[in-house]
């Protein structure tokens, strides 16, 4: 049952993580980013006590939400890209490629690690691979900050995989929550102290 | 009560305490005067020492435990807990001279207690994640209100943000090399991670893009603080590894790589130097230039690099803020900083110009400027080990050099304005002392050595 279901979340993941790069709505790509956290939860309590893992989870909801509070009801995504290619097609070969790459580095490198969920290993590729994507295309704040929280997202996987420290777990989550505020604060261009 | 206590978390309630103060004027002088305080502290008060007063008596310990794992900062680390106190008072003192709002002081005290404590945090893989949380609490500082982000920020945010898991990763391979020595094969891997986790921190070549661009987007006063604080701290932290990891220190690799990209970063930035027409972006390539500086230290064997090392931090701190605030007070009255909107400013801003050019000068080695000596003694032990690296050394060099040439003789370019100086009292008082001082550390360097000789006394194998 673990396996069809490590499988079902691997789809979560695969899907939301191509989904919030193609989509030009950030109520989308906030969607996305949520069920990428729920793919992410599913794989951490594989390893750890389900009631640490789920602090990922409600941690990744909490940072939705205060991304969208930061969202202007009307807008789609602001300050459009302009130094790269940005159709849907080019979005979708570039993941495509990365989602090949870590297919094809998992196996090893769950070998490497020691790791026996290999499907696990493979997601937490991906994201960092789509977060790291994302990043060299784009430098619309939302987009980078999202781009981020996938990276860091996939990360957690894997490292939950080889280290199980719990305050390690909590100053992540500490960093994902400071992620969304700082995101906040960089999409908020009124109602701030002048600082400079 | 332990040196944690008193260093770290004090000086970290107190910069929350500072955020609520809305008086500017008000925090302005206690951020002063409590930067000042705890510089001092550390001077005077001893470490796993009583100290008696009367009937009553103290000492102070080394270590506070929090959730089992440990902040530590011994009597070998106060002179540089008075190094970042005194160049934080400096910097508070630049910055109000600049004009900065008082938003500057509360997060100069949070961004620095942050970055010491992941100096002094054991296990020292929580170090990634403080500097990380550091990261994210000077964005604030460096997004100006009503702006939208640009894409400095965006890249230094991002970069940063990826140099820790390459750390978090490699600290937990480095674990399994330091419990089983036999499993050899970690090494390389570890070595990877590490590199690439510090490529990123410290913004070496190519990742360093986003430091023109930031100081572009930033108030000068706001970003100097950024780029000398992360670089320094990243590669004390470095430091750490090489002192903790006898299979770093001892590798052969290591001065060619460390030199290589030593090499690599202050070439580029004195030939972009050489060719800038932005006062902020000559000032970025010059930051860029000194991480340069600081790799090719450490790539010199024994403890002559680590004392290049620590004789590179005075008077980069020094010449850093005094820039900043040259360039501030001359960037608040023109609506660019690039060459032909300044033009002829040495007219109205002639001890800012000047304390402007002797900066970059300085940081170039000119003689009789505080980077002089040091600089000298780093280029004469490259050149002993490599002559092709001392050459380049003198091209870069010599490319910040003709930056400054340059930047001079726009600023004393003809104009039609007449000669009035419109700096103010306090400023022209600050500037001069800034002046005198660039001119008395090329003169005397030896007035600092008490506290740069206590520097490498901080690590146990490397300073010794």
């Not at chain 1, 673990?2 to 079902?8: M, P």
Request: overall charge positive; proline content about 5%.
């Amino acid at each position: 049952m673990n396996i069809i279901l490590n499988y079902v979340f691997l789809i979560v993941i695969l899907v939301a993580s191509i989904g919030q790069m193609l989509s030009r709505d950030w109520r989308w790509s906030l969607g996305f980013l949520g069920a990428q956290y729920l793919g992410v939860f599913w794989y951490i309590q594989t390893i750890w006590p389900i009631n640490l893992a789920i602090v990922k989870l409600i941690s990744g909801l909490i940072v939705c939400i205060a991304l969208a509070t930061s969202q202007k009801s009307t807008t789609s995504f602001s300050n459009p890209e302009t130094s790269w290619p940005q159709g849907y097609l080019f979005r979708f070969l570039a993941a495509a490629l990365i989602v090949l790459a870590t297919l094809a580095i998992a196996p090893p490198t769950s070998t490497w690690l020691g790791v026996s969920n290999t499907i696990g290993t493979w997601a937490s590729l991906l994201l960092m691979g789509i977060g790291l994507l994302q990043l060299g295309i784009t430098t619309q704040p939302l987009r980078v900050i999202i781009a981020l929280l996938t990276l860091i997202s996939g990360f957690e996987i894997i490292y939950a995989f080889v280290e199980s420290s719990a305050l390690v777990a909590a100053m992540l989550v500490l960093i994902n929550l400071g992620l969304s505020l700082v995101g906040t604060y960089l999409l908020s261009t009124d109602n701030v102290e002048n600082i400079n | 009560m332990s040196a944690p206590i008193i260093w770290i978390i004090i000086p970290f309630v107190i910069g929350f305490i500072l955020w609520l103060i809305p008086n500017e004027r008000l925090v302005t002088w206690l951020g002063i005067g409590i930067s000042a305080l705890f510089a001092v502290s550390a001077w005077i008060l001893p470490i796993e020492t009583p100290i008696s007063l009367g009937n009553w008596s103290m000492k102070i310990s080394t270590t506070m435990s929090i959730l089992g794992r440990n902040l530590i900062l011994s009597s070998t680390d106060q002179p540089l807990i008075i190094f970042f106190y005194l160049s934080l008072c400096f910097w508070f003192i630049s910055s109000s001279l600049a004009g900065s709002t008082n938003k500057l002081i509360p997060y100069g005290f949070l961004i620095l207690t942050l970055l010491i404590s992941a100096l002094a945090v054991e296990p020292f893989l929580y170090a990634a994640l403080l500097i990380e949380i550091a990261v994210l609490v000077s964005v604030p500082l460096l997004k100006p209100a009503f702006i939208p982000p640009g894409r400095g920020l965006m890249r230094f945010l991002a970069f940063q943000t990826i140099a820790m898991p390459f750390i978090l990763f490699s600290g937990w391979l480095l674990t399994g090399i330091t419990t089983g020595p036999e499993e050899l094969s970690l090494i390389s891997q570890a070595a990877i991670f590490l590199a690439l986790g510090f490529v990123f921190l410290m913004a070496i070549f190519p990742f360093n893009t986003w430091i023109p661009l930031l100081t572009e987007e930033t108030h000068p006063s706001s970003v100097v603080f950024i780029l000398w604080i992360f670089p320094t701290i990243g590669l004390l932290f470095g430091l750490y590894f090489l002192d903790t990891f006898s299979w770093i220190r001892d590798s052969i690799y290591l001065p060619v790589i460390l030199r290589s990209s030593g090499l690599l970063m202050i070439v580029t930035g004195g030939i972009w130097a050489a060719f800038q027409k932005n006062f902020k972006r000559m000032m970025a390539y010059a930051v860029i230039m000194e991480t340069g500086y600081s790799l090719l230290a450490l790539s010199i064997k024994g403890t002559l690099g680590i004392d290049l090392f620590f004789g590179l931090l005075v008077p980069r701190t020094l010449t850093l803020f005094l820039w900043a605030l040259a360039l501030a007070i001359i960037s608040k009255n023109t609506s660019s900083t690039q060459f032909s909107k300044v033009k002829g400013f040495g007219r109205k801003y002639p001890f800012s110009a000047t304390v402007l050019i002797l900066s970059h000068l300085s940081l170039a080695g000119v003689p009789l400027l505080a980077g002089f000596p040091i600089h000298q003694a780093l280029w004469e032990q490259l050149g002993i080990i490599s002559l092709t690296g001392a050459i380049w050394y003198a091209i870069a060099s010599i490319g910040l050099f003709m930056g400054g040439i340059r930047s001079l003789a726009v600023l004393v370019a003809p104009s039609n304005e007449r000669f009035i100086i419109k700096e103010n009292w306090p400023q022209r008082i600050f500037l001069s002392i800034g002046i005198l001082i660039l001119i008395l550390l090329g003169i005397f360097p030896q007035w600092v050595s008490p506290l740069l000789s206590s520097f490498p006394l901080m690590f146990s194998h490397l300073g010794r």
